[in-house]
């Protein structure tokens, strides 16, 4: 009798010890990321979610001398068997290439009723939120303000010939830059002035921030680089400013960070979730108060004292689908030329 008791007391402790052990196993959820934005500014919004839902974050960073390609190549390697929930990228025309591929999945978010109609998908399977700026970042030290060069067009300029600094044309912003150059100037305008920027021996470096470092250092008297990588800059004391080209011309070539569900993804109920969080209007403040400085794309999200607006700027007039019709193109016209 006594050992018929122990063995109910037994059973019924490991049935309760398991259901117990199930139901909080159940409750831990987990999101994979894979985020293009610098981990330094992604960072801190990721845990910030993770902390508020007790959602598991798995985030994978990419780096800076192959930004956002590397992702994306592999989120396209992994289309059969994906493992990514969420792609936060840091610009929009290989998000819009995916889409094509096949491997996002459309989702409304509640979050983007009030982001402008430019900035979404017309079938929900990305939306853009908190904008960067393509600038010339200028030594202070080296240049006077009455001679900042003032155009995308003086990286060609004999004036700066081997005096100017690019991140390569293949990888992150740049690439996306030289797609809106395609889609608003036309290929065979674009590919003389790609020729020319190589003719003027420009420095083509590894990254928007080598850029930046090169301007402060006084290697190069100015480049090309986006708004984040000057503000942290000027932020740590680097003698720099931005200037924002073309403001009396066709303007200064805005691009959002995008985020897109990924198609069958392990765990689509976090992800919609992590999405939701980073397309409100508090994420968008916070990126804009960061050192990263962003532009919000809801004309309603406040900026601090300094920061940046887009009623500040004469933005680029781009059709976001047409540059991706042009990436292939572009992509194979910059490896012609700077990458014999």
Known sequence: MHYKKSGTFLYVFLSVFLCFFSSAHAKQQEVVVYTALDQIFSEPILQEFEKRTNI???PVYDIEAVKTTGLVNRLIAEKSNPRCDVFWNNEIVRTIALKRKGILTPYQSPSAADIPASFKDKENYWTGFAARARVLVVNTNLVKPEDYPTSVEDLANTQWQGKAAMANPLFGTTSTHVAALFATLGPEQTTRFLKQILAN???????NSV???MTASGEVPFGITDTDDVNVGIISGMPITAVFPDQAGKGTLLIP???SLVANSPNPEAGRKLIDFLLSKEVEAKLAAS???QIPVR???KTPEGGLAQADIVAMEVDFEKMTDYLDESTKTVQQIFMK
């Open 56 to 58: 598991k974050v798995k």
């Open 299 to 301: 004309k309603d999200v």
């Open 201 to 207: 021996t420009t420095h083509i470096v590894d990254g």
């Open 257 to 259: 960070n995008t985020v």
């Open 211 to 213: 850029v930046r470092d």
């Open 291 to 293: 050192e990263s400085a």
